[in-house]
């Protein structure tokens, strides 16, 4: 059964203080693993499509990558605003649902 | 950018009731919609599968007879809750594909469904 876990559940950072978000996976036929962003009474906003093992992409303060069995947020210098749930989803070659992980609740502290 | 919206962004409804919801697509075409729900502190769990003209697939342990689907349009899909209960309240999300050549799910902005 396909399955995306997501650690830690919750992380709470000091502005400035850089850090990684750990999305591991078991999927059969991995068609692409994706990360959102997620604040609160809201739908998530896309950030990255990973598809295959060693891409990486990046946009402003984060960064994602991706290996066989997991894939990281990396999130650097982070500011109060990047505070939300970032969520991690995989799709497998069965369709194109996703399947979510649980989130990482991240809260920014200046 | 490929823009999803839904309507209304929340609703009361009384035990008993029926309640639409609605998910366009507002700068591309989607034969394919798909509607999550997500209760407080948990993470989306998907409904069903909408396809333009023709019949929703749903996931198991969905009721297909009390969330009733219909993607009527490019453009449209609605989910009917019908004779909704205080367990069916919880957020409503839909997505898209912007395009059949990207894999990337564009989400609309929720539902909140709280029936009294």
């Known amino acids: 059964e396909d399955q995306v876990t997501q650690s830690p559940e919750a992380l709470r950072l000091q502005e400035g203080e850089s850090s990684s978000l750990n999305c591991s996976y078991t999927v059969s036929g991995l068609r692409g693993l994706f990360w959102y962003r997620q604040d609160p009474g809201k739908g998530p906003e896309f950030l990255f499509t990973?598809?295959?093992a060693g891409e990486e992409k990046e946009k402003e303060r984060l960064k994602a990558t991706l290996t066989k069995k997991e894939s990281f947020l990396h999130i650097t210098a982070p500011k109060p605003e990047d505070s939300a749930t970032y969520l991690c989803a995989a799709n497998s070659n069965s369709g194109y649902a996703l399947n979510f992980g649980k989130g990482t609740s991240l809260l920014v502290t200046p | 950018g490929a823009v999803v919206s839904q309507h209304p962004s929340w609703v009361i409804c009384k035990s008993g009731t029926s309640v639409k919801i609605e998910c366009r697509s507002l700068?591309?075409?989607?034969?394919?919609m798909f509607w999550y729900r997500q209760f407080p502190k948990q993470s989306l769990m998907l409904m069903a599968t909408s396809n333009e003209g023709s019949k929703a697939t749903y996931e198991q342990g969905v009721e297909k007879d009390k969330f009733l689907i219909n993607h009527a349009s490019l453009t449209l899909s609605t989910l009917t809750v019908t004779s909704a209960h205080p367990e069916d309240s919880s957020f409503y999300i839909c997505?898209?594909?912007?395009?059949?050549?990207?894999?990337?799910?564009?989400f609309g902005p929720g539902t909140r469904l709280t029936v009294t």
């Open positions: 700068d591309f075409q989607a034969t394919t």
């Open positions: 997505s898209a594909f912007p395009s059949r050549g990207s894999h990337e799910q564009y």
């Open positions: 990973l598809y295959s």
